[in-house]
């Protein structure tokens, strides 16, 4: 299966917090999903921002609307097949920087402890 991806995706805020203040305020995360999906053609997408509280919470919420449903392998996915993978971003202090995956869902608890 061929995917177009963009995996590095910050927001500009999530519940009504900036989150990446270079970012649009604007974007959030229901916003990029539907951009990413509607206008850029994309199929996956990784929020890099996913260990900040409040884009948690707007996970959780699009989980609790039925708008996400959690993946068996990880990540999310809408009712039409768009994925949206919860990332970080870790430093090691020296100008370089990677994003993670998170193989589950980022809201119950769990990734805290990672």
Known sequence: M???CDLHVHLGRASDQPVKITASPELTLDRAIEHAEKIRGLNV????????NGVLKEFQG???KGYLGECPGGGL???????????FRMGNGHRRHS?????IFPGDGRVRSL
Do not use: E, H, M, N
């Not at 997408?45 to 900040?52: M, N």
């Not at 996915?77 to 990332?87: D, E, H, I, L, V």
């Not at 994003?99 to 193989?103: A, H, I, R, T, W």
């Open 77 to 87: 996915k809408t009712s039409s097949g768009f994925f949206a993978y919860p990332r």
């Open 2 to 4: 061929l995917s177009f």
């Open 99 to 103: 994003g993670s995956l998170f193989g």
């Open 62 to 64: 699009l989980v609790a």
């Open 45 to 52: 997408l990784g929020i890099i921002d996913a260990a900040c």
